[in-house]
């Protein structure tokens, strides 16, 4: 249990351990409000201590996190809270993790993100379960809790900076939502229903976007493809962007990003967006995702070693004699020995690279040999080249080059294997 001697949160304590649950607590000490922040500590502390719950605390220097990341001290501090809760979660083998949001901590994020602009999912407050973290009170709004606390005689720590209107959802608890009472008195009631009625109808938005994606996505080698087909439709360029929105977001595609991919959707082929975490390529007749290309700098493979590392890949090399019992496929190099100047060099290809393809007598460029092979935009990303003295003796999981192959007078072979 998330407990940080506030009202809600010891309201919450108290409910649970009435009911008899088998509980632990976790408290944050973020260090912004001087002796309070140690006085709240030692007050759950001791609560704890009077009923037998295990205690677990930790001191954040939430100030230096927030400048070190870029990070509003509010974010900064959810950051650090939620990653500690998981650990103190596995450490005490938990099942959950219980948070005090109540309904009106919900009703002030529907406000807060209709005021920045937001999607339906914005529109749906805090989810009373995500993952491992529930959200017990969130039946309850902040009058209800309080008169529990009353009735109870539950004790608290007031934060003196709920006060202030320095924070926008302080703003937003002491002068919109007052107003909007005077208009509607039931109006938390109001948003619940409405979040009740969104759930429902963004229910029907996932299954329809479901249906799309068995049509027109596929998954291979970890990638994904999205046919362009798909957004062939008579509804207009803002209905592919929340299409487009709907199956990207996740990946940091933002919404404005989306619009321009549904506005390049028919335009050149080659064009590139990128997320934090994520590329698309629009090509003729798709769109290609994956997840961006590790750095792929160069690495020096010596005589006699037995395995290097690029990216995510990985080459194994064995000196033989005997190459009859190996199959030969694309992943696998088998090379002549003697024609081999070492260190290899294993690197990303260039523009301008060009090699003598196996079977071929004349220099081909990469760039020209990719496209033959109709290799997409995407997959080039990640093409790189085993490189001899200069010359390039295999374009790595594609073809080798004809002058290092195999002859019937090779005495030794050098057998590369990519992972």
Request: with cysteine; net charge neutral; aromatic share 10%.
């Given at each position: ?92 083998e938990a099942d959950w993790i ?128 999205l046919l362009k087909i798909g ?169 080798i080059d004809d002058r290092f ?15």
């Open positions: 249990m998330a407990v940080s001697g506030g009202m809600d949160s010891m309201v919450m304590l108290h409910l649970f351990h009435q009911a008899g649950f088998s509980i632990a607590v976790a408290h944050c000490n973020f260090q912004l409000r001087g002796e309070d922040s140690d006085e709240d500590e030692n007050f759950v502390a001791a609560k704890c201590k009077k009923w037998g719950i295990p205690f677990h605390s930790i001191r954040f220097d939430t100030n230096n996190y927030a400048t070190q990341h870029g990070l509003s001290i509010q974010m900064a501090a959810r950051e650090l809270r939620y990653s500690w809760f998981h650990q103190i979660k596995e450490k005490e219980a948070t005090a949001h109540h309904l009106s901590d919900s009703v002030e994020t529907v406000l807060l993100n209709l005021s920045r602009g937001t999607s339906l999912d914005g529109l749906l407050g805090i989810a009373d379960k995500k993952g491992f973290v529930i959200r017990p009170l969130l039946f309850a709004t902040h009058s209800e809790v309080t008169n529990y606390a009353a009735e109870t005689g539950v004790v608290w720590r007031e934060d003196r900076s709920n006060e202030t209107d320095d924070y926008q959802r302080n703003f937003i608890r002491h002068n919109i939502i007052p107003k909007l009472e005077q208009i509607n008195p039931a109006f938390e009631q109001s948003i619940a229903k409405m979040v009740e009625r969104l759930s429902g109808e963004l229910a029907i938005v996932s299954h329809t976007v479901g249906i799309w994606k068995k049509q027109f996505q596929k998954d291979e080698n970890g990638k994904i493809i957004f062939e439709n008579s509804l207009g360029t803002l209905y592919n962007a929340t299409l487009l929105w709907r199956l990207l977001h996740e990946l940091g595609f933002r919404f404005d990003q989306c619009e321009k991919i549904a506005l390049a959707l028919n335009g050149q082929s080659g064009k590139k967006f990128l997320s934090p975490s994520h590329q698309l390529v629009i090509d003729r007749q798709h769109l290609f995702l994956a997840p961006l290309s590790p750095d792929l700098s160069e690495v020096s493979i010596e005589e006699g070693q037995l395995d290097a590392f690029l990216g995510h890949q990985q080459l194994r090399l064995s000196d033989t004699k005997e190459i009859g019992s190996f199959d030969s496929n694309e992943a696998t190099a088998m090379l002549n020995s003697n024609a081999l100047r070492f260190p290899l060099t294993w690197r990303k290809w260039r523009p301008g690279d060009s090699f003598f393809p196996l079977g071929m007598t004349n220099r081909k460029k990469i760039s020209d040999f990719l496209i033959d092979r109709k290799v997409s935009m995407i997959d080039k990303e990640t093409v790189t080249v085993l490189e001899s003295a200069g010359e390039i003796v295999w374009v790595v999981g594609y073809r192959k195999v002859k019937p007078t090779t005495k030794q072979v050098l057998l590369i294997t990519l992972e």
